[in-house]
């Protein structure tokens, strides 16, 4: 690979890099933001009775809250995996760049 093609290849790799560092970003506050739910959920049910229909549809949010909890640690696996193969590409494109000038 040449110098320009390397470098266009390292731009391109930045900024899929950066892409994916916000997307895990969002994740993981939207994480934050489900804890923070399940813990208000959790407060609000304890003066409840256990038989209480109240209750019953706070366990129910609780549930739902949980598979999108879930959810969302799949997508951030997802993209952590994505981050660690395009850190892998950076550092190969790296050492051909460097070639490719050891070469001029």
């Keep these: 690979m040449g110098v320009l093609t390397s470098s266009l290849r390292m731009f391109t790799l930045q900024s899929q890099r950066s892409d994916l560092t916000y997307k895990i970003d969002l994740v993981s ?7 923070n739910q399940n813990a208000q959920l959790i407060n609000a049910g304890t ?17 739902r809250l949980h598979l999108l909890e879930k959810k969302l640690d799949q997508q951030l696996l997802h ?12 550092k190969h494109c790296s050492s051909d760049f460097d070639a490719s000038v050891k070469n001029m």
């Design 47 to 63: 003066d409840l009775s256990a038989d209480s229909p109240v209750l019953k549809q706070l366990e129910a949010r609780k549930e």
């Design 79 to 90: 993209y952590q995996t994505q981050l660690s193969m395009i850190d892998a590409q950076m």
């Design 29 to 35: 506050q939207a994480k934050a933001d489900l804890a």
